[in-house]
């Protein structure tokens, strides 16, 4: 009898499983005006990722709770994609072995996993000693996986009086494409240092440093539940289930959890103070956790910033910078 009940225990898991889970569908909402527009931002949807205009249908992924909340509001709605991690997985074709020895392709839809980025890391310091570091770890996630970071200099391992400057990427675990394009700008100053102008200048004159994975326990939960890449997790994994693929429910958005308590913690959109919408900001600030660029040691020196968060084609500007629209 014991293996029987096993089976039925692991088909009630496996059934629990199914109805638990949570998946990120993509929608239109009819939205009449712009102040519409506030329903929209109340769900704890990203805005950044809308595509459209008042007057019109607006195109937005949206987890299970985002679109009952969107309906509740009486939003006019209709789904495209019923399960956008399935249609992405669906999509994803072999591009070819994955290349250890300079930029390449990635296992995971193209995109390196954690563990590949960790050993182009450790290939870059095989083929260029003299130009980068061992990777070390700044930081450790929620779950305990180190956060890495490299530094691309001359003298790479003395603290040169050089102004210091910081490249960080997937901070939402489902934006990959950030990540890809910091190691191919890292590989770009090492293969191009004392043939190209410009990388040459760099690597002598600043001490650039690299964060590609910050969100490492985010891109690794979907990873494991989308091994091939599609995964729509976003936020990091605080009080999240690892048995089972939640979209969007609990963890902390740790792109909406930076500066003072007074700066993320505004009120007024972009993000929300809902654990379970996808731009959840915390009450108190992650820092030593989840984002190892915030770590002081190297907060204190960074003289300047820039974050790869792709999503759509867009790019963030730090403050300061003039926006830049439709390039
Ligand atoms: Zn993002």
């Not at 089976?7 to 102040?35: G, W």
């Not at 006019?76 to 399935?86: F, P, V, W, Y």
Request: proline share 6%; hydrophobic share 35%; net charge neutral.
């Amino acid at each position: 009898m014991r293996p029987l009940l096993l089976a039925a225990a692991a088909f009630a898991l496996c059934a629990f499983q199914v109805f638990s889970s949570e998946t990120t569908r993509l929608i239109e909402v009819f939205v009449p005006d712009a102040a519409s527009l506030a329903s929209i931002d109340r769900a704890g949807i990203d805005m950044t990722e809308l595509r459209g205009k008042p007057g019109g249908w607006i195109r937005i992924p949206a987890s299970d709770r985002a679109v009952r909340s969107l309906r509740s509001s009486g939003l006019t709605l209709r789904i495209l994609i019923e399960n956008m991690e399935e249609d992405h997985a669906a999509q994803v074709r072999p591009l070819g072995p994955v290349n250890a020895l300079g930029f390449g392709i990635g296992s995971m839809g193209g995109h390196y996993t954690y563990a590949e980025m960790a050993r182009q890391l450790d290939t870059m310091k095989l083929l260029y000693p003299n130009l980068i570091t061992n990777k070390t770890i700044i930081g450790s996630s929620f779950r305990g996986r180190p956060i890495f970071a490299v530094k691309i200099s001359d003298n790479p391992d003395v603290q040169e009086d050089e102004p210091e400057v910081l490249y960080t990427a997937l901070i939402h675990a489902r934006e990959p494409a950030g990540m890809m394009s910091v190691i191919y700008y890292m590989w770009h100053l090492l293969n191009h240092y004392g043939t190209d102008p410009e990388a040459t200048y760099l690597v002598n004159n600043r001490q650039i440093w690299f964060v590609p994975i910050v969100n490492v326990d985010g891109y690794e939960y979907n990873r494991k539940f989308y091994p091939s890449g599609g995964g729509m997790r976003r936020k990091n994994l605080r009080n999240v289930d690892t048995l089972t693929y939640q979209g969007s429910a609990y963890g902390i958005d740790l792109n909406r959890n930076f500066g003072t308590h007074e700066m993320w913690n505004s009120p007024y959109g972009g993000s929300s103070d809902d654990p379970f919408d996808d731009t959840y900001r915390h009450t108190g600030m992650v820092g030593a956790r989840d984002r190892g660029a915030e770590r002081p040691r190297l907060r204190s020196r960074i003289q300047g910033c820039a974050q790869l968060s792709y999503v759509g084609g867009l790019s963030d500007l730090p403050v300061g910078v003039p926006a830049v629209r439709d390039q």
